[in-house]
């Protein structure tokens, strides 16, 4: 299994921290700038939040059920939101496909977990469209909103999500990483 950007770990920490004190807000934004690894820290807590058999520290265990079907890309409940390919943005109809595919209950008992990546690419329709998910999200629902340009989503968007702010790594740190 891929290991945390180093400078990610911390706050991967903090969220597993939140989570097992019953802390978590059903909608988290990652923030920071580009190529930080915030996606990357996303995918890791939204397979951690599916695994079966997490470890003690919270990341996922890499061999259970859930696991298998995160890594083939195939795990029920877990949705993926980008632009499609012929799109810059994130369309009204994608978070309507969404809304239908969170009504559902999770197939594994456990999360329903979503990824809007870059969430800032969705256009006002579809930002309108996911408010009212935010505002009474399904049960057991968790939206990992992820943007380096949070100011271009709508504030009432951004309201209703709990920011997690990524800090780029200190000097040395990136560069111990970039020589190993
Ligand atoms: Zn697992």
Redesign the pocket.
Known sequence: MNTLLPWLVSTFADLQQRRAQGRLAHALMFVGPAGIGKHQLAERFAQSLL????HADGQ?????H??SLYAAGTHPDLFRLSPEEDSKNIRIDQIRALIEGMSLSSHYGRHKVVILNPADAMNIAAANALLKTLEEPPADTILLLVTDRPSFLPATIRSRCQTLRLALPARDEAQAWLST
């Open positions: 695994c079966a058999q997490p996922p265990c890499g061999h259970c859930a696991c």
